[in-house]
């Protein structure tokens, strides 16, 4: 197999919304995201971004339902979590030390699933032990 010579730039998920103004509600107003300019007239496809990274919603096109996203982040994972719960964040499951991450599940309007982690507590035991 040849190597391919390039240098990846980025890798933005297609999320395939029903209501893109639901959608774009919960992303901006719950769980912090902003609008891409280009986008906040666009009826059926716009760009959420924060820190940097993005995330399409497409409402019904491209993308298929009940797609999951690891969401990496640098902080206090329950902080989060406290903060989001305030906000109304649908919390699928509530923060998990696993060997691999401490992180909790968060849902959005269209069943898609944002796993917000960081990396695993050494101060707890890992789930199931």
């Not at 059926?44 to 990496?72: E, K, M, P």
């Not at 406290?82 to 968060?106: C, D, H, Q, S, T």
Request: with cysteine.
């Amino acid at each position: 197999m040849e190597k391919l010579n390039i240098r990846l730039e980025c890798i933005n998920p297609v999320l395939n919304v029903k209501d893109l103004n639901i959608s774009r509600g919960y992303y901006l107003n719950v769980l912090g995201f902003e609008e891409e300019e280009w986008g906040k007239d666009a009826v059926d496809f716009t760009c959420i971004s924060r820190d940097g990274f993005c995330i399409y919603l497409c409402q019904g096109d491209q993308g298929q339902a009940g797609t999951w996203l690891w969401v990496g982040f640098d902080g206090d994972i329950h902080a989060l979590h406290k903060a989001l719960k305030a906000n109304g964040a649908i919390i699928r499951e509530e923060p998990v030390n696993y060997p691999w991450a401490f992180e909790m599940l968060v849902e959005d309007p269209d069943g898609h699933v944002l796993r917000f982690g960081t990396g695993p507590s050494s101060d707890l035991p890992f789930a199931g032990q």
